[in-house]
């Protein structure tokens, strides 16, 4: 490794890809273009964190489809787009560089090093490349994203939680209309984790009372989601639940989740206050608001729309805002609509789109007046 090469990683730990961005379309042709160029190599680690909740995403071990680049592409714009790094920061890492030169970590010396970056710094700290010699004995192919924001990164994580045995619960929480059921149920076929659905535990007629709904995400029944579900789960049991049905207003026949170590839990609330410790991994799905109602319409149709529009937006906006549920949770997703239908097995159904939609429910944003607005009766 040469002074650029630990120059280029700590800028990268700083400044992650942005210096990279120019235009969506553009990046995408640029990593098929590079992809096509590397190798098939699934011995290299998938993601490889840098710090400052930066990763690297290989391409040698990304899946050589178009659906797959545009996953990563679209991490790495809204990366780009959301993260923002700081000169002063950046160069107090370079005296930690210089430290650890000077303690002989690296192949090269304390003067090597002061060296080149008396020469870069004075040049403007611009973004650097690869030494001819690292290239030629690691053949860098990668791109920098958020951990945060990348549906890579996240798939990663589900993957060694499962591979490893480990007792653990995810939740998938987010806007309705946003992908979470698209999202488990690709987790499910592709890793084969069991998924609950907090739909199966909305408030039953008897439940629905105004105190109840005065309180921020009350409108879910998560006393009996944690009795029935999370503490089974924390204890090692197999959880049995009774589904709720929306159409009848009762209970189902009871439901045994499949054994695993490894639990999705997916659905709006499913971060609740009540409920928040009992996850290793929280992640939260965001939508446009004029794509979240283009998709309730298309999926619900124009009455079931006005309830959303009028009833059950207000109250989600109300739960995000009063919890921070967004900034919380551990990765913050959007899924675009313009994927292909995944099948069994096959790729990614949906992938990161790059704008920034963060907020909703802050003063000021699309959403705010409905999360002001109050929720009309509903029971």
Known sequence: MDPCDAVKLIFQNEFGGEHLISEPNATLAWLRAERAATPNDP??????????????????SL?????????????FFRSAQLHVGRRKSFLGKLDVLRALAGQQVFGFTPRELEKYLEQYVNAGCCPLS??????????????????????????????????????????IDGRCASGKSTLSGHIER????????????????????????????????????????????R?????????????????????????SPVVVVEGSYSCHPALWEYYHRRVFLTVDPEEQLRR???RDGEARLKDFREQWIPLEERYFSAFRIEDRCDYQLELSNTAPPAKPGGQFCSWITPQRRRGFGR????????????CPPLW
């Open 43 to 60: 011995a290299v680690p998938p993601v490889e964190d840098i710090g400052n909740g930066m990763v690297r995403v290989a391409l040698a």
């Open 63 to 75: 899946e050589p489809t178009d659906t797959a680049l545009r996953v990563l592409n679209r991490d």
């Open 130 to 171: 690869h030494s001819p010699a690292y290239r030629a004995a690691y053949h860098p192919a990668y791109r920098v994203v958020r951990r945060s924001l990348s549906l890579v990164a996240l798939f990663r994580e589900l993957e060694k939680l499962r591979d490893s045995g480990e007792r653990a619960v995810v939740a």
């Open 190 to 233: 592709r890793l084969g984790l069991p998924i609950v659905h907090m739909d199966h535990f909305f408030l039953r007629p008897e439940q629905r009372t105004r105190a109840r709904y005065a309180k921020p995400g009350g409108n879910i029944d998560h006393e009996r989601f944690l009795d029935e579900v999370l503490i089974p789960l």
């Open 235 to 259: 204890e090692g049991r197999t959880p049995e639940y009774c589904p709720y049905h929306c159409h009848t207003g009762e209970l189902g026949e009871p439901i045994a989740l499949k054994p």
């Open 296 to 298: 309730i319409l298309e």
């Open 363 to 374: 003063p000021g944003s699309p959403w705010a007046a409905a999360g002001a607005a109050g």
